[in-house]
Structures are given as structure tokens and as C-alpha cells.
Nanobody
């Protein structure tokens, strides 16, 4: 199983980015997919998750949208109205259910998102 996260980059405050998580070796439609982020020196935090429902952390609710394209075996994270505090390395992961990190078995390599003020 491999997950490839991409789509990060440098964007100004208020800008948008769309992250992609492409899977191989696993059919994502049967799993929950989570997006997490981590800033150096801080714990990794959950951002969003999609199963039969979608979930968002309070810090991104209303600005980020998670979706999946089963035909492409890909999950997306559309990030709008980006803020400097969204700067982090973003990871995608697969799991049996949305919830704590220990529910997720496979992780992508991460993609850097930097929001300039």
C-alpha cells in the first residue's frame, strides 16, 4: 500500500490549494481517509476525514472541503481562505474509521503547505 500526497506549495493569505492523495495497493472507497498536519515541534493534528461522512477540525471548518474520486482512487482536500497558521506538512492516511491517529494504518509522505502573511 502506498499513498502519495501532493499539491502543497507556497500561497498568500486568503489563497487556495488543493491537496491530492493517490493510493496504490488499496481501494480507497472501502476505507476512511484522513488528512493530518504537523508543524515542527508540535504534535500532529487531525484536519479532516472522510468515510461515509465528512469531518473537520474546528480550525478548518468552513474553509476546507474533503472529497473523494473513487474512479481515480484519490482523495482531495480543497483548502480555501488559507491562513499563516495553516502552514504545516500535510499527510494523508487510510484507516478503518475516522478518529484518532491510531486508527490509521498507512500514511503518505507528506506535502508542505506554506501560507505567507
Amino acid at each position: 500500500v502506498q499513498l502519495q500526497a501532493s499539491g502543497g506549495g507556497l500561497v498568500q493569505t486568503g489563497g487556495s490549494l488543493r491537496l491530492s492523495c493517490v493510493a496504490s495497493g488499496v481501494n480507497l472507497k472501502y476505507y476512511s481517509i484522513g488528512w493530518f498536519r504537523q508543524v515542527p515541534g508540535k504534535e500532529r493534528e487531525g484536519v479532516s476525514c472522510i468515510s461515509s461522512n465528512t469531518y473537520y477540525s474546528d480550525s478548518v471548518k468552513g474553509r476546507f472541503t474533503i472529497s473523494r474520486d473513487n474512479a481515480k482512487n484519490t482523495v482531495y482536500l480543497q483548502m480555501n481562505s488559507l491562513k499563516p497558521e495553516d502552514t504545516a506538512v500535510y499527510y494523508c492516511a487510510t484507516g478503518e474509521a475516522c478518529g484518532p491517529e491510531n486508527l490509521f494504518d498507512y500514511w503518505g509522505q507528506g506535502t508542505q503547505v506554506t501560507v505567507s502573511s
